[in-house]
């Protein structure tokens, strides 16, 4: 069993949550997967990915805008709840009615 690091699947796992914490521009994702982001900082799901409501925020607002229908309710939920952003109803009720 060899210690180098391209072979050790832990390292592996951390530099590929590496590379998605370092993405600014995820146009070319499935808005599936860019909710399922958002997912992972709201709960701090995954190795070396810590909770971050507002990072969280910002890739459901993306899944949203690129037309997912549960990144348009997380959104939603987001303002009325305060996760990520300030607690605003009329956002909320003007995500919620889209």
Same mark, same amino acid.
């Given at each position: 069993m060899s210690n180098n690091k391209e072979n050790n699947p832990h390292d592996k796992m951390i530099q590929l949550t590496n590379s998605f914490n370092q993405l600014d521009f995820i146009?070319?994702?499935?808005?599936?997967? &860019?909710?399922?982001?958002g997912y992972r900082y709201e709960h701090g799901i995954g190795i070396g990915v810590e909770l971050d409501k507002h990072k969280a925020f910002m890739y459901y607002l993306k899944s949203a805008? *690129?037309? =997912?229908?549960?990144? &348009? +309710?997380?959104? *939603? &939920? =987001?303002?009325?709840?305060?996760?990520?952003?300030?607690?605003?109803?009329?956002? +909320?009720r003007d995500w919620i009615l889209k």
């Amino acid at each position: 069993m060899s210690n180098n690091k391209e072979n050790n699947p832990h390292d592996k796992m951390i530099q590929l949550t590496n590379s998605f914490n370092q993405l600014d521009f995820i146009g070319d994702q499935k808005s599936e997967e &860019i909710l399922w982001l958002g997912y992972r900082y709201e709960h701090g799901i995954g190795i070396g990915v810590e909770l971050d409501k507002h990072k969280a925020f910002m890739y459901y607002l993306k899944s949203a805008e *690129a037309g =997912c229908s549960m990144g &348009i +309710f997380k959104v *939603a &939920i =987001c303002y009325k709840y305060g996760v990520g952003v300030e607690n605003n109803e009329e956002k +909320f009720r003007d995500w919620i009615l889209k």
